[in-house]
């Protein structure tokens, strides 16, 4: 997901979030809030005041270098300091021991497969494999492009660079989560090359520019294909939920051989960076800058058309011609807009509650549908399916939650917008991965209210009350010991000493990302560390300290091969 580098890796030593400010919800409105139904609600619940400022639309105004893998390390046959661990059911398919450690996975380059579809710098890449699996890694995370795959013409698949690179993660020994990656690569924090859609679809985007998100303002996002037309034949024929169905069968297909045993999962992308959200926040072209609230996109016409049908059937035509345009722009705050403003907001009228229930669903139906369709592809082939959410942290202090709400998660003060998620990832035996889970409540702007570790417990107790396994992720790349500290807590889920599931760990963690600096002595070392630590697990009797030498003594006995690696590698 994007965050602003300068905000969100600099020394930020702000105070604490006042309590009074940042009241989060309570385990007992956490776990009882029920999502929307599938239809538009005949009547409203939310305590709004009838005599409040209702917001009601107006007619709107239409109108790098790839990373560098030189200095990963040559495989080096050493003992395992462990036993070998499987990857953690998580509640899937079977009981797991619990407090057994949370199994690391490592996110593999954007660009690890090329456009002419080959391994990226493959002698580098098969050494990196092995200095990870020498690490404890349990394996790596792989971005299978859309874009790469089936770029040339529908349904011509070329699985090329992707055949060998799962050959080797096979051969070393690592197990791998395939990402079903259906959006652009570019644009985002991180993002080191472009990828764009396949250049059929592009062309198709071309003849008819509502298949892209549109905001208010009429400004196009073509990072992934419009919700709206999910189900409209608009593709060469076919629908956008087919074409990603026929994707996903053709991988099974052709990595049948690998399924459940090296490929142990597939995350499904859903909207921008592959995460179920709405592009509400593109920082391509400086559109949007952290922390600004960002900006509803539903203004394309086929989600126009959903919008007006559920205005009619609520009994409000008159609302149906457009979102809320009193919502301020990408980077205004909360209390810069008559929407999203504490007092008064028209977030909390009988509009608002109208807007943002249709708004959210159409995400949630969105998710739905593909995966309904992900579970019957994979369905007895021993892989596990994920969905990855968003960890939008900034204004979460406030009452209105205004940059979750533009980017389609119906979370307020007043609201649980995480536990419908979960519920419907539940529905389909799938896991829910979580982002920010390195980040801490003090070392974010506190004047944007930032509160990503009390947004991780929300998700973590939704997570609970909805019976799904949880996985998480790192933002942005760490790879300091106060990070690692961060990710052990919060994948061990002990924070909230009120919730019912301290005897509950991650299913997984997947570590952002390969690349040089990860290979430098220092941070090596520092990561061997936590993988180590992240194995042993909450519950083990082994003390710290004792962790810590076995990490220390593996870190020294490999330092040789790994700076006699890194120097061939570099020539």
């Known amino acids: 997901m994007a965050f602003n580098l300068t905000h969100q890796l600099g020394s930020l030593a702000g105070t604490p979030i006042k309590s009074g400010e940042m009241t989060a919800p309570s385990v007992e409105s956490s776990l009882s809030v029920s999502p929307p139904s599938a239809r538009m609600p005949i009547s409203m619940n939310m305590n709004y005041t009838s005599n409040r400022n209702v917001s009601p639309p107006m007619s709107p105004v239409l109108g790098a270098t790839r990373a560098d893998l030189s200095v990963a390390c040559k495989a080096f046959a050493v003992e395992t300091m462990e036993e070998q661990r499987t990857y953690k059911e998580g509640g899937i398919g079977g009981e797991t021991e619990k407090g057994g450690g949370v199994p690391v996975f490592v996110m593999m380059p954007l660009d690890s497969v090329t456009m002419g579809n080959t391994v990226n ?14 690490a404890g890694v349990e394996g790596i995370m792989i971005d299978v492009w859309w874009g790469l795959v089936e770029r040339e013409s529908p349904g011509a698949y070329n699985w090329g660079g992707y055949n060998e690179l799962l050959e080797m993660a096979n051969k070393v020994g690592l197990k791998v989560q395939a990402v079903m990656s259906f959006h652009q690569c570019g644009g985002n924090v991180g993002d080191s090359v472009t990828i764009p859609l396949p250049q059929w679809v592009v062309e198709e985007v071309d003849k008819d520019s509502d298949l892209a998100y549109t905001d208010q303002w009429g400004r196009r996002n073509h990072e992934y294909i419009s919700l709206g037309a999910d189900t409209l034949p608009v593709l060469k024929g076919r629908t956008p939920v087919q074409c990603y169905s026929d994707f996903m069968r053709a991988f099974r297909d052709n990595f049948k051989h690998l399924l459940g045993d090296t490929i142990v999962e597939i995350q499904v992308g859903m909207g921008p960076a592959g995460e179920l959200r709405y592009p509400s926040y593109p920082e ?44 301020g ?24 509650e ?25 369905e007895d082939t021993g892989v596990k399916i994920s969905v990855k959410v968003a960890g939008i942290h900034w204004h979460y202090g406030t009452r209105s939650h205004a940059p979750e709400l533009t980017a389609g998660y119906y979370n307020t003060r007043f609201r649980d917008g995480y536990l419908p998620i979960a519920q419907m990832l539940a529905r389909h035996n799938a896991i829910f991965n979580f982002t920010c889970i390195e980040m801490r409540d003090h070392e974010q702007p506190q004047d944007a209210l930032c509160a990503p570790e009390k947004l991780v417990n929300q998700v973590a107790l939704a997570t609970l009350a909805a019976e799904v396994p949880l996985a998480g992720e790192n933002a942005l790349p760490r790879y300091d010991d106060y990070a690692h500290e961060q990710i052990l807590k919060a994948s061990a889920l002990s924070f909230d000493q009120n919730s019912e599931g301290e005897n509950r760990e991650m299913c997984a963690f997947t570590y952002l990302r390969m690349n040089p600096e990860l ?53």
Request: with cysteine; net charge neutral; hydrophobic share 35%.
């Open 519 to 571: 290979f430098k002595a220092d941070n090596w070392g520092k990561f061997v560390g936590f993988v180590k630590k992240m194995g042993e697990g909450r519950d083990s009797d082994r003390c710290r300290e004792e962790v810590e030498r076995e990490a220390e003594h593996f870190v020294h006995v490999t330092q040789p091969l790994v700076q006699e690696a890194a120097v061939a590698l570099t020539h």
């Open 284 to 327: 391509q072209d400086g559109t949007w800058r952290f922390p600004g609230i960002g900006a509803f996109q539903c203004y394309d016409k086929y989600s126009l058309s959903s919008l007006k049908a559920a205005a009619e059937a609520y009994g409000k035509p008159e609302w149906g011609g457009t979102g809320p345009t009193d919502a």
């Open 121 to 134: 710098r493959r002698k580098a890449m098969r050494a990196s494999l092995q200095a990870l699996k020498s």
């Open 354 to 378: 109208f807007f943002l229930t249709w708004y959210s669903q159409m995400l949630l139906d969105h998710g739905e549908r593909i995966l309904s369709s992900a579970k019957s592809i994979f």
């Open 329 to 352: 722009h990408y980077n205004n705050w909360p209390e810069d807009t008559q929407f999203f403003k504490k007092e008064d907001g028209g977030w909390n009228t009988e509009y608002g």
